[in-house]
T-cell receptor
């Protein structure tokens, strides 16, 4: 069975600085999707970024980028130029591409604090 | 703007009550999911549905049931609420193609 591990329960970053959130996963599959979700205090989970395992190029969305290391089964999220609005819980998630597999597996989350 | 709407933001129920949590999506998505979120445990899948009247157990289905009579609505039912079901409940939907979830805003349920 697949697992997702986020080893940092809480992180802090100074406004305008860069922070990296860690995520590792375990799977025997060769093709899958990985996601980072953000949950602000309003509670609505928002998709931040997505990576297909067959793509070697790291995904980027504005200030958010990932470092995808397939062999190491690592999928970290880098937030550049951190803003106060980035403060939230961040969840890493895995999804199989196997037909009929609909569910995602989530990590336990990392709470990011942004210091003014 | 696409939406997943959960009918209640906060609920307080008594032990033994039958509880209904409602979720409605307006995106014509095939797949819908119920998760519970607890500190230190992340999100755990309770049930999901990939079509009307179809349902599959997730990782923690005990004490819960679901209903999907229409494509847009997916209900989570606590047959006899217990204090260990106090939690945040998140509904999500997804189209039947590669892509991320769209989540609702969550229902914080307290069972006293």
């Amino acid at each position: 069975a697949q697992t997702v591990t986020q080893s940092q329960p809480e992180m802090s970053v100074q406004e305008a600085e860069t922070v990296t959130l860690s995520c590792t996963y375990d799977t025997s599959e060769s093709d899958y999707y990985l996601f980072w979700y953000k949950q602000p205090p309003s509670r609505q989970m928002i998709l931040v970024i997505r990576q297909e395992a067959y793509k070697q190029q790291n995904a980027t969305e504005n200030r958010f980028s990932v470092n995808f290391q397939k062999a190491a089964k690592s999928f970290s999220l880098k937030i550049s130029d951190s803003q106060l609005g980035d403060a939230a819980m961040y969840f890493c998630a895995y999804r199989s591409t196997t037909s009929g597999t609909y569910k995602y597996i989530f990590g336990t989350g990392t709470r990011l604090k942004v210091l003014a | 703007d696409v939406k997943v709407t959960q009918s209640s933001r906060y609920l307080v129920k008594r032990t033994g009550e039958k509880v209904f949590l409602e979720c409605v999506q307006d995106m014509d998505h095939e797949n819908m999911f119920w998760y519970r979120q607890d500190p230190g445990l992340g999100l755990r899948l309770i049930y999901f549905s990939y079509d009307v009247k179809m349902k599959e157990k997730g990782d923690i289905p005990e004490g819960y049931s679901v209903s999907r009579e229409k494509k847009e609505r997916f209900s989570l039912i606590l047959e006899s609420a217990s204090t260990n079901q106090t939690s945040m409940y998140l509904c999500a939907s997804r189209a039947d193609r590669p892509g991320g979830y769209t989540f609702g805003s969550g229902t914080r349920l307290t069972v006293v």
